[in-house]
Structure formats: C-alpha cells, structure tokens
C-alpha cells in the first residue's frame, strides 16, 4: 500500500473527508465567508486539519429582506434628514469541489427577495412628518434610481436673514493726518460741514423651514440723531452739520445719539503775564509755552506746542505736550514736528508755483504757432524747470518719502510722494509726463494735511521729556522720545516709554495696567514702580523696586529684557519673550491736535 495524500470532497453540500494512506498528509480545509464551520463542535476560522471521522457541520450565514426608512427634523425644522438602511434577502449555496488535499468551501450568494426604493416609500414618509417645503427633488431621484442607503439631507428650509440696527456715525474727514509717525488723527470741521450722518435701519428677511412654517427674523432697533450744541439737523434728519468751528462729539442716550460740537479756543502765543491764568471748558490750543507760575484748567483737551515749565495744567481730557515738562504739576499726542510741517509747505508751496509756471509757459506757447508748438513737450518743461528754477522739488520728496516711510498713517499724501520719489530716479520717466496731474494731487493732499485740526483723545498725558514733575492721568501716559526724570507719574491704564532713546532715571511711577520701558537707569537714585498687571523694560541697571498688590521685588544688577505680569493673586510672574510692539503701538497711535501757524 502506497503513500496518498487525504482528500475532502464537496457535493451537493456535504463533505467528505478521505484520511490519507502510509505517510501522506491529512486534507486541510479552508472556510468561506458566507458560512460557519463547526469542526467537531468547536468553530474554525483558519485553514484547519480534518479526519475522515471528523464531525463538520455547516451553518450558512443568510439574510431576510430589510427596507427601513425613518426621518430626522432638525431644531427649528429648518433641515431633514432621511434615513434609509434597505438590504435584499438571500440564501447561500455552497458550490461543489472535486476531491482535493487542499479545498476552500466556497459559496454563492442567491437573492431570495430583492428590495428596491420607490418614490412613494419617501413621499409617504415626508407626508407623514409634514415636512412640504425644500425637498431636494434631485436628490431624491438619484436615491431612487440608485437604491442608495445612508442619511441624506433631503429637504432644507430658508433661515431668517437677521438685519442691521441703525447706525449713527461720525464722519472721519479723509488725508487728514498728524505730525508724527505714531499717532494718528481727526479733524476738526467748519461751519457748514457734515459732521455726523445716520444709516436707516435694514430690515431682516422671515426665513422658511421645511414644515413650511414661518422663523420670524430678530427685529432691528431704529435710533434717532439728534441736534446738540453746535450742530443742526439737515435730510430729515439723517445728517448732522457744525454750525461753529470744533471737534463733534457724540453720546447715546437710550435710542437718541446727540451730537455736540466742542468748541476750541486758540492762544497765538505763550501763556504769560498778558494773559493770565486760563480757565476754559472746551479744547484750548497754545501756540506757543506755558510759562512758570501760571495756572491752566481746561473742560476739555489741552494742546500745548511747545513746553511747560514750573506750572499747574488741568485737563478733563488729554494734555498733549509738544515739547518738555519740566517741574509741573499735571492731572489728566504726538504732533507733527515744526520742522516737518515746514518742509510740507514749503514743498506745497513748490508745487503751486511751479504748475503755476508750467501753464504760463503752455499758455504762452498756444498762443505761438509754428516749431514752439510743435516741438513743445510736458516732460521737457517739467525737467527744466525741476532741474533749475524748483530744484527743492526733488530734495524735499526724497526727505519727506524717508521720513514717512514708516508712519502708521493712512495719508494718501505718503503713497504720492514715495511714487514721485520713483519718478524723479534719472528724470528719465518725468520726460514721459504728458499731464500734471500727479502734481497737482499731492499739492491738494499737502493742503488737507496742512490745514487739518488733528483729534485728541480723552485722559492721556504726552510729551518729548519730563523731568521732576508730578503726572496723574486718567488712562495713559506716554513718553515719546528722550525719558523721563526723577518724577511721579500715575496712569490710570498705561505709562509707555519706547522711543530709542528712551530712558527713566529715578522716581516713581504707578500704572493701573502695564508699564512698557527702554531703558531704566538708577545707579544714583532708586526708581519704584507699581503696577497692575505688568511691566516690561528692556534693560534695567540697578537700584529699582518693583510693586504689585502682594508682592515687591528688588532688582540691584543689569538686567536684559525684564518682562513680569501680576497674576490672579496679585504676585509678580516672570514672562517669556516681549510684549507685542505692533499691538503696543496701536495703543499709543491716538491722535493729536495740529499745530496752528
């Protein structure tokens, strides 16, 4: 008797298993899918052994025929979403297999009771949970042609479209701009002009869910603009013009925004012996200094051109200082420098004349015939004369470009000037000029500029340099450039010294929110802060003391960018990396009245 290898057999759904003869191997048997193979009782998964008296059962994995259908309405009914899990029944042949050491039952699946979806089974189910509006009819076509089954957004309402309040707003005057390249600025207008102007209440639209119920759209409020001191109604009422000369100023009450003008009054020159100590409620404007010994108390702004030195200045809102304060008492801007606002109208007044010369000298030639007018070029007399008679032209665009150059302003003036910088490289594009617009543009945004009345914001103190003064101020202070010195300074919200050359020597200074630094030296004199929520300095030398509510800290060694926030407990934490200078700047970026002539 030979070797044979053990074989199964598969017909007509029974197995049969032939052991194998000497040394052949035993059949193995693998399992399909559609069934479960019980091997003497335990179930197999896995390519298994089996023996001629091994006991195989088969159980055939068969499904009855499934259509469930049910519907999901959303909050407000504004979207449903159908539901379909539809299965076709079947049975399970197992198919024959000749005798073989190796076989893998394999089966078919035979579809007893197919299902298909029809449009009937969906519309009888939309009609039933009254859904009648926004039903994807598409949609329900493809679901249908396919016998699809899943969750289908299948009908969709129309949400209410929510309106806008009225809206009462100040008009921003436009190239109006400040004298510094960080701070901006508004304006203050003259009789006549629209100063505020109301936007009419827009109506919602009702939405529409899938029930086909109404969702009423939120209702909108309607505000009233109203007249105040200095202003008068005009439009029936949706625009607001000045009657006098100043700053508008707007407040609500309940549904009524009434705007105001704050008048401001000018002194030409110095406050001094001629003309006494000032008591004003509005915005009062100086020119020139306020001198030793006398007395300055304003409702409104105070704007000083030049310095203060050894007096009292009152301020409800901002006192912004051109220049120092020096031993003052103050209690709560930037501005465009002299120098600056000289080399505007200066080149204004380049401008002026020479397109004045450019049209003399075209109207001359239009009244010639011949070569002249032929021959005549606007980019020819345009270079001529930049080259000879407005030679400062250039000069001072080159200036004034580097000098804006980094200004946070929305001057329209800058954009023109760093363009006519490009075009006067080599002269050579200005030989291609065939009108003077570009001329005259920046001789119009210059005036704007020149003649503008610059905003000041309420509660702040600003000034180039303080030394051994006495500062309170409802919201901030800002030290632009040099420091400050041996002085006590408290800010409602922030003291702020960042300029280059920025320093503080001595003193103390107490900040409600935060205190951003330079440089802190106070090798001779200690210098204390308090603060409120935190401070940063980016080099501290010695003998500084530095309070929050509950706790100080002494710091008696140079120390590189110093950088604490008070915590919820009121103590000092130390922080990583720098404050945001771009956000900061923003901060100090208020505006500023400009200086009078």
Not at 151 to 159: H, P, Q, R, T, V
Not at 467 to 473: D, G, K, P, V
Request: charged share 25%.
């Amino acid at each position: 008797m030979g070797n044979k290898d053990g074989t199964i057999e598969i017909k007509a759904e029974q197995v049969k298993v032939v052991n194998p003869t000497g040394s052949g191997s035993y059949p193995l048997l693998k399992v399909d899918q559609n069934v479960n193979v019980y091997l003497d009782g335990e179930k197999i998964d896995e390519e298994t052994v089996v023996f001629a008296d091994s006991k195989i059962e088969i159980e055939k994995i068969e499904e009855k025929s499934q259509k469930d259908l049910n519907l999901k309405i959303t909050q407000e009914a504004l979207q449903a979403y159908l539901n379909i899990n539809i299965k076709s029944g079947y049975k399970v042949k197992i198919k024959d297999h000749p005798p073989a050491s190796v076989v893998k039952l394999e089966t078919e699946k035979i579809i007893t009771d197919p299902v298909e979806l029809t449009e009937s089974d969906i519309s009888i189910l939309l009609l039933k949970n009254r859904v009648r509006y926004g039903v994807k009819k598409e949609l329900l076509t493809k679901i249908i042609n396919n016998n699809q089954t899943g969750e289908f957004l299948i009908a969709e309402g129309d949400k209410p479209v929510s309106g806008q309040d009225a809206r009462i707003n100040l008009i921003e005057k436009e190239d109006e701009q400040c004298k510094s390249g960080d701070f901006n600025c508004i304006t203050s207008f003259a009789e006549g002009e629209i100063v505020a102007e109301k936007q009419p209440a827009v109506p919602g639209k009702d939405g529409i869910n899938v029930l086909r119920e109404k969702i009423t759209a939120p209702p909108v409020k309607d505000y009233q603009l109203v007249a105040g001191k200095g202003s008068k109604l005009i439009n029936d009422g949706s625009q607001a013009v000045a009657t006098e000369v100043g700053r508008p100023k707007l407040e609500k009450k309940k549904d009524q925004f009434i705007v105001t003008i704050v008048p401001q009054y000018i002194i030409e020159g110095d406050v001094d012996k001629t003309t006494g100590n000032i008591r004003y409620q509005g915005d009062l404007i100086v020119q020139g200094n306020i001198f030793d010994y006398f007395d300055v108390r304003v409702g409104n702004n105070l704007h000083i051109a030049k310095s203060i030195a050894g007096c009292n200045a009152n301020a409800n809102g901002d006192i912004i200082v051109g220049q120092n304060i020096v031993n003052s008492q103050i209690k709560a801007g930037l501005y465009l420098s002299r120098k600056l606002v000289a080399d505007l109208k200066k080149l204004f007044k380049e401008l002026e004349d020479m397109i004045a010369a450019v049209n003399e000298i075209l109207g001359a030639a239009q009244e010639r015939m011949g070569f002249l007018q032929r021959n005549l070029q606007l980019g020819r007399i345009l270079k001529l004369l930049l080259i000879d008679k407005f030679k400062q032209i250039p000069i001072l665009i080159n200036k004034l470009a580097d000098k804006t150059s980094t200004y946070d302003y929305d001057w329209e003036a800058i954009s023109t000037i760093s363009e006519m910088k490009q075009l006067f490289k080599g002269y050579k594009k200005i030989l291609r000029i065939n009108d003077l617009d570009i001329f005259i543009k920046l001789k119009d945004q210059l005036e704007v500029i020149i003649d503008a009345q610059h905003n000041l914001k309420e509660a702040n103190v600003s000034a180039d340099y303080i030394q051994n003064s006495t500062i309170n101020a409802a919201s901030n202070v800002i030290i632009r450039n040099k420091g400050c010195y041996n002085s006590e300074i408290s800010a409602g919200k922030n003291i702020i010294n960042i300029g280059q050359q920025g320093f503080v020597k001595g003193g103390k200074y107490s900040a409600e929110d935060f205190i951003y630094l330079k440089v802190v030296n106070s090798s001779l004199s200690r210098t204390d802060f308090r603060i409120g929520k935190g401070i940063y300095v980016q080099y501290i030398e010695s003998n500084v003391k530095i309070e929050s509510d509950n706790d100080v800290i002494f710091i008696d060694q140079p120390q590189n960018n110093l950088y604490l926030a008070v915590n919820s407990k009121g103590e000092l934490e130390q922080q990583a990396g720098s404050p945001d200078f771009k956000e900061l700047k923003k901060l100090v970026n208020y505006q500023s009245e400009s200086s009078k002539n």
